[in-house]
């Protein structure tokens, strides 16, 4: 393939844009903030899992508290009664006399029994409710990080999308400017070669793949014509001569 030396030095110039261009998507993929993000969102499902145990326990806690209590009233209540029907006189004989006696002090146990119960309910609702407050905070502080994180993204994804968008209008314009054939040529290429389809030969070396010609490499650039489009022995990118290829 032939084509004029300056459509090959333009090609250099669309190959920077398209290096740039691979630069500006590999800055926008490894930004940071993704990390961040990705960490900070972690943390939240492991709160919240943390903060719904806490409210399940703070709820299961007052269902337990309230039975509790209810306990403990129809113990009260049935010891008032009993309590009552003593003081009033009404029961006289002496065997019934000594078994309500001793339901009211039964009673009294366990009613002392039930509020220990009570009590101890209280302190794991009580534990359960300082806990999931804590989280609560905890999740709030962490989701503010992640929102600050989210931010910071996307203003740096958006200054980035900018300027590849005016990249990729400076790459339409250069590369309608080249032959058809050579574009073609250069697209291929660069889709084989990892992005780089044409490349420098600078001081007798091939700034695509790092390495030197040999003398029966660079005796094949020196007879080659102009407007001959060389391509590098050793990666197979098109090779762009100028004057500083030390030929």
Known sequence: MNAAPADQIRLLD????????????????????????QTQEADLAQLRDLLVAAQTEESDT????????????????RAARDQQRLDSGAVTNPKDLESLQSEV????????????????VMERREAAQERAAELTQRVEAVQAK????????????????????????ERESAAGALPAELLKLYEKIREQQGGV?????????????????????????RAAPEDAVVRCENCRRILVRT?????
Request: proline fraction near 2%; charge should be negative.
């Open 146 to 169: 992640a929102d600050d994180a989210v931010s910071r993204r996307d203003a740096a994804v958006a200054a980035l999308d900018e300027e590849a968008a005016g990249i990729r209008k």
């Open 62 to 77: 007052a269902r337990e508290q309230t039975k509790a209590e209810q306990d403990v009233d129809q113990v009260r209540q």
């Open 243 to 247: 004057p500083e290829s030390g030929l």
């Open 105 to 120: 002090a039964s009673l009294a146990r366990r009613q002392s029994d039930l509020e220990d119960v009570v009590l101890e």
């Open 197 to 221: 389809g044409a490349a420098r030969l600078y001081r007798q070396r091939c700034e695509g793949c790092r390495l030197e010609l040999n003398i029966t490499e660079l005796n094949e650039v």
């Open 14 to 37: 669309l190959q920077d844009l398209d290096t740039r261009l691979a630069q500006l998507a590999h800055r926008r993929r490894t930004l940071p903030e993704h990390e961040e993000i």
